[in-house]
């Protein structure tokens, strides 16, 4: 097991989207692309997640476009991404036919490989994006959402490896996206898997509750084939492990990797300059270790978000009220892990419940879970809850992956951007697909509409819309207005 460990880097997506509000640019990137280019990391991430959301809503940038432009700057080292499965890089199932254009355009331009999860870790919904990027000639690695509950368990997980490993993955990530999974836990999972696969173990988690290097380090010693670090200041927090950190706690270890300390300092050096202009959006809270993730078993960011909504609602004295409520949602809806969106909606549905009394106010998000509009949970829905859902919604539950009830999209979405003289291609259409006015604004506004601009204060999580209130969600550092309809 002396093989060198490998270190993916993510300070191009998952440093700056979970340290910056994802506004770092392209054109910040692209200075230092020969740089990270060179050290010889097993991957750069530089899409997926929310860049594509935030960049085009915020930065004024075409998503495509960016990706170009790093794969020609970072043409060494292997380009890779997360993927929601059937929910792309947005926040609910789409069809088919658009799921696989995006991933065929996304090979197009660059993409090596597809980092495909499920937000309630079923196969169902990761299966398409699977075949996918396979049919593209690229890499796909089947994630696992870790989490805990009376029903997630080592053998459970391992079992979902293996699951996934029959549906042709290429390798399998163990993705801590609360950075909870602790150093033991996380040697029984990795060697569980080591054992159970022919394909290489990968691990992605977060440094929020202070555990994320101890527990790359259990990994290692498991025997886990990469794993994933940043660059400070974009590091540690409710970021990955910085990379020079992870090497310097790896002093001496056999498997230790051999890259160039220099470099590493270069790049921190460089990103410092960056992370110092990004300062309207950054936050000291984001930056330390936050040992409430530990106690509320909820993601960092979920944690700091609904901090500034329980003030602006007036609940600020109903903190303790609203967290213990969030295992009590996540079970009556059949245990689900917490990843975005799931991680909102059951935040969301928390509040209402702490509000307004239990289930008075159900979101509509919360009741697709409950009738399976999301895909199957891990444990059954509570019969109750899925009655009140199905008879506030008018709809009926569902068993069958739920893609299978959705109509092919691609050719709506030409013709649609086609009436509005947009462009209609296929990588103009998955977009429109995800995020139609936001990619309208691209075309309507102006550079300098897309300046950046220091973050506005919050706006009022509950606010009138009509006949209607909103509970505003953040949703990877971009707010989203969810309707609920409150009932006497």
Known sequence: ????????????????????????????????????????????????????????RFLGEFPFDRLDALKKACPKTPHMMLLRGQNIVAYKNFPDDVLEAFVKCSAKHGMDIFRIFDALNDPRNMECAIKAAKAAGKQAHGTICYTTS????????????????????????????????????????????????????????????????????????AGADAIDTSISPFANGTGQPDAARMMALLQGHPRKPDYDMGSLRKLREYFEKVYKELGGYTSVKNELIDSDALVYQVPGGMLSNFRVQLKDLNMADRFEEVFAEVPYVREKLGWIPLVTPTSQIVGTQAVLNVKFGRWKNFSPAAMDIALGYYGRTPAPVDPEVQALAAKMSGKAPITCRPADLLKPGMDDLRKELREKGLPDDDEHCVIYA???????????????DYALKPPPQPASALKPTGDQKCFRVNIDGVAHDVAIEELS
């Not at 898997?193 to 290097?213: Q, R, S, Y």
């Open 434 to 448: 995800m995020f139609p006015q936001p990619l309208i604004d691209l075309y309507k506004k102006s550079p300098a």
């Open 150 to 221: 009376p029903v997630h368990t080592v053998d459970k997980f391992v079992q979902l490896g293996k699951d996934l490993e029959a549906m042709g993955c290429d390798a399998i990530v163990l993705k801590d996206m609360a950075g909870l999974i602790p150093p033991y836990i996380t040697t029984q999972i990795i060697g569980g898997l080591k054992a159970a696969v022919k394909i290489p173990v990968w691990i992605h988690t977060h440094e929020t509750a202070g555990m994320g290097a101890p527990t790359y380090y259990a990994a290692i010693d």
């Open 1 to 56: 097991m002396a093989n060198k460990v490998k270190f993916n880097n993510t300070v191009l997506r998952d440093g700056h989207q979970s340290l910056a509000a994802t506004r770092m640019r392209t054109q910040d990137m692209l200075p230092i692309c020969p740089l990270l280019d060179s050290v010889g990391f097993g991957a750069l991430e530089t899409w997926g997640g929310a860049t594509i959301d935030s960049g085009l």
